[in-house]
């Protein structure tokens, strides 16, 4: 991916997800950010992770002159993308328009809760707001119970920063074929709505009933679950196969395993056989049921916290954690078997890169001091 570059209008969120997925994977991703009142002495901070391997450029979007170089980057660009509300964008001066007019090849990103258009499109909101209105939201939790954020995983990266980068490629790919670029919707409520694809197809098979806690994958079931352990962790059972079903009932040792197999899928007896299921697990803890459960096929695993799941053995030998500048992180992913990604660099101090990353996209350096005098570069 090396030969593409990006150029990226700093944002929160799920804007960076997607600069950070493009950037691990050798995307020449240039980060546009804006000064301000702090920024003169920010040095480099490896805890903004979601900022790695990627080239900052310190530009005042309201300087006529920082706005006419993000247009001199386009021209040079494969894609740009932004997490404006809809119609910002404009005002500044970089549009779709005046972008794919320097540079009719373009993909324009453009990332956002509730999408360009709509009722909503000018709105304030939040993950959870987006999930909740794509019906996302309503899927997790127990039974009788509220609805639970998870995080903000779902909206902001899953159904926000992963579609964006998604659609980028998609679209930078169509472009190379067509010659000509296009502008990239990412909502988080489309993408949000888009994760819960499985859940509709099987309303329409009536096999999911609307209503949380309440189905095969969503707690409803004993034999997928989480149950507590006698030191308050906790571990996941995810014994949905009947084989693995057999494997679990008989690791517990409970007597009537033979008559719980064959009514594993008996909805009635659910509640009953995950109180049975609670009890048992309540009575180790939860180092002692993964010792128990060790090279089974029963799928249960222990619930890690965040510290505890890079210390894990397994993924310590695929190295799904790496450390940047002190801080244990998430690797680059997916893997490639010829062009691995390289191990992640820190993120930049702001405006590190100025002038070499200009320099490089071929904006002369004379012009770049210019810049840097008149103020419309930092």
């Known amino acids: 991916m090396s030969t593409l570059k990006i150029v990226e209008i700093a944002g929160l969120g799920p804007g960076p997800y997607c600069g950070m997925m493009l950037a691990d994977l050798g995307a020449d991703v240039v980060r546009i950010e804006r000064p301000t009142k702090w920024t003169g002495t920010v040095a480099i901070d490896p805890r903004l992770v979601l900022n790695r391997n990627r080239r900052s450029v310190g530009v005042d979007l309201k300087h006529p002159d920082g706005v006419e170089t993000v247009l001199r980057l386009v021209e040079r660009a494969d894609a740009l993308f932004e997490g404006f509300r809809p119609g910002v964008a404009e005002r500044l001066g970089f549009g779709p328009q005046i972008c794919l007019d320097r540079n009719p090849r373009l993909v324009y990103g453009r990332m956002t809760g509730w999408g360009q258009d709509g009722p909503l499109a000018q709105t304030a909101g939040h993950d959870i707001n987006y999930i909740a209105l794509a019906g996302t939201l309503s899927t997790v ?7 639970i954020p998870a995080g903000n995983m779902l909206g902001d990266f899953g159904g926000g920063g992963m579609l964006l980068a ?6 930078i790919l169509e472009a190379r074929e067509s010659g000509r670029g296009q502008v990239v919707d990412a909502a988080m409520i489309d993408g949000a709505a888009l994760l819960t694809t499985q859940n509709h197809e099987m309303m329409a098979r009536d096999a999911w009933v609307d209503a949380r806690g309440s189905n095969l994958v969503d707690t409803g079931a004993h034999f997928y679950n989480t149950y507590e352990t006698a030191d308050g962790e906790y ?28 009514s594993q899928r008996d909805e009635t007896s659910w509640a009953t056989t995950h109180q049975r299921l609670a009890a048992i697990f309540r009575s180790r803890s939860r180092g002692e049921w993964v010792q128990l459960f060790e090279g089974s096929d029963s799928c249960v695993t222990p619930v890690l916290s965040l510290r505890e799941a890079p210390q894990h053995a397994h993924n310590r030998e695929r190295k799904t954690f790496v450390e940047v500048g002190g801080v244990v992180q998430p690797a680059p992913a997916p893997r490639f078997s010829r062009t691995p990604a390289p191990h992640p660099r820190p993120c930049p101090a702001f405006g590190e890169h100025t002038r070499s990353a200009l320099v490089e996209w071929g904006i002369p350096d004379c012009d770049v001091e210019e810049l ?3 103020g419309a570069l930092s």
Do not use: H, S
């Open 372 to 374: 840097l005098r008149v």
């Open 166 to 171: 998604f659609g980028l490629l998609a679209a």
């Open 235 to 262: 571990v996941a059972v995810g014994a949905v196969e009947p084989q693995f079903y057999a494997d679990l009932l008989q690791i517990l040792a409970i007597p009537d395993a033979e008559e719980l197999a064959a």
């Open 141 to 147: 939790g127990e039974k009788n119970g509220r609805p």
